[in-house]
């Protein structure tokens, strides 16, 4: 049986960023979602597959088979939409996570009030924590159990299959590509529709492999068998990385500045990163960030969450939030919010063209956009470009360990400098 409908396609060009719609859809069951050594990624069973091109449908990572969409870059320049700066006052959810709480405060807030009955989440926890699990979580113990970003692969659309199988009301979180397949499975299943009423997505650089956190792990002697859960960011603002064993003791505690932020997070991410047009959750109810204001990084210990607001149902929920007094909030301008994040606005002139026309020519032989790969190695953008190149010629890319290997020999350091204007701080 032919496959040529089917995300297949995605996969061999190696373009998958391992949202996980496609296996929520296919009407035959032929999708194994794969939790690879550095990735996650579908396999086909191409004897059971119909080439329905269902999958195929709702994959955010289509687009890249029919080249690039040079409008889209208009949708992420700066709009008129409402945004906050805010936190949870409630430290015992602030404190543990990514920023300032926002969004397990505002979860917790909608679930109290009734208007939802969960939400789609990550959490490292459990016998093998650096596999990030999708959970439809439905008590507060699950939803402060994974707080905080997972900076390793993470599917969270496979965990939809749960809400078609359980009425309910639900909120989604997810990268800006899963937000994506969100919304394109929800155009076509009504189930969904019906049940997700809130999409709340990150503002995200990228997602780093699996790899980047196993060699910290090496780097620092960690025993994986003692390894029962995974924090990447908590412990206060900026906050640490930690590794718990199952009786809840902290078996390592490095500095996510100077030392987590450099090793774990940048590098070794999905080649698809290096595609994205989406960096700012088009697609969601609520975009969420950490802003990392110069006066924060000077100042501030327990974090703050900025927010851009995309949606009728978004503020609405926002409001009740701080309607209740359960986030305090101060709005901001979007021009503000954008700023933050400013290097992840694809504009036209965006060096991410010359990436994308590099695959072009790579895997359809087209050579169009190719005076913005020549523009990039006059400014001297070679590194990213030849990471390209040895990704696309990868056989084993999905599973392969080598590309992070280097990592243990890497220094840390390059955020050095935030960490000690930060310790200064928290040392007041
Ligand atoms: C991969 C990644 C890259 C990011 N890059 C940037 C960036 O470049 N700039 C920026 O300003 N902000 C970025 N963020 C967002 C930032 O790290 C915080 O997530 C954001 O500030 C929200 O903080 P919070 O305290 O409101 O969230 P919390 O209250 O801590 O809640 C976070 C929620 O997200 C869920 N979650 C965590 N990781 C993932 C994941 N990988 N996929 C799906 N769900 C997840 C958790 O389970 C939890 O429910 C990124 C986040 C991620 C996951
Ligand atoms: S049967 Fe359809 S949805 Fe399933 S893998 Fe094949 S093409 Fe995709
Ligand atoms: S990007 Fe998402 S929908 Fe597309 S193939 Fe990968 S996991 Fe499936
Ligand atoms: S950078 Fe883009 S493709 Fe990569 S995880 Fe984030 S939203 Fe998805």
């Known amino acids: 049986m032919s496959r040529a409908n089917s995300v297949v396609n995605i996969t061999e060009k190696k373009i998958c960023c391992g949202c996980g719609a496609c296996s929520v859809i296919c009407p035959v069951s032929c999708i194994d979602f794969t939790y690879g050594k550095r990735f996650n990624y579908p396999k086909v069973d191409s004897e059971k597959c119909i080439d329905c091109g269902k999958c195929l449908k709702v994959c955010p990572s289509e687009f890249l088979l029919h080249g690039t969409d040079p409008e889209f870059s208009k949708q992420t320049e700066i709009e008129d939409l409402k945004s906050y700066l805010l936190y949870s006052p409630d430290d015992d959810i602030r404190l543990d996570s990514s920023s300032g709480g926002f969004i397990t405060g505002l979860i917790l807030h909608l679930m109290e ?43 969270n659309c496979t965990a ?13 979180v997810g990268t800006p590509c899963m937000c994506e397949g969100l919304k394109k499975l929800q155009d076509v299943n009504p189930v969904l529709k019906e049940r997700v009423v ?11 492999s699996r790899q980047s ?8 002697d960690v025993d994986l068998e003692e390894v029962y859960k995974i924090s990447y960011r908590g412990d206060g603002w900026p906050g640490n990385f930690r590794v718990f064993n199952k009786q809840g003791e902290v078996i390592l505690k490095k500095p996510l500045l100077g030392c987590s932020l450099d090793l774990v997070v940048p590098g070794d991410h999905y080649l698809r990163c290096n595609n994205c047009l989406d960096h700012w959750s088009n697609y969601a109810d609520i975009v969420v960030s950490d802003p990392w204001k110069d006066d924060m990084v000077d100042n501030e210990m327990k974090g703050w969450s900025g927010i851009m607001i995309r949606s009728q149902s978004g503020q609405e929920a926002v409001d009740s939030a701080i309607a209740s007094g359960d986030m305090i909030a101060n709005e901001v301008s979007s021009e503000e ?16 063209h010359s990436w994308m026309a590099l695959y072009q020519l790579l895997f359809f032989w087209r050579f169009k956009g190719m005076s913005a ?42 955020t050095e400098h935030l960490r000690l204007r930060s310790e200064a701080a928290h040392k007041k």
């Open 113 to 155: 009030k009734g208007q939802i009955d969960g939400a789609i989440i990550a959490k490292s926890q459990g016998d093998t924590p650096w596999i990030a699990k999708s959970v439809l979580a439905t008590t507060r113990q699950e939803l402060l159990d994974s707080r905080a970003s997972k900076y390793a692969p993470v599917s």
């Open 160 to 172: 939809l299959k749960d809400v078609l199988e359980k009425p309910g009301r639900y909120a989604f």
């Open 198 to 208: 809130l999409s709340v997505g990150f503002v995200c650089a990228g997602m780093a």
């Open 213 to 220: 956190t196993l060699a910290f792990l090496e780097r620092y």
């Open 337 to 352: 919010m954008y700023n933050y994040n400013k290097h992840l606005i694809i504009t036209a002139d965006h060096k991410r």
């Open 373 to 414: 790969v020549f523009r990039s190695f006059l400014k001297w953008q070679g590194p990213g470009l030849l990471t390209t190149l040895r990704s696309r010629f990868d056989r084993n890319y999905y599973e392969n360990t080598d590309p992070r290997k280097k990592l243990l020999k890497a220094n840390t350091g390059a």
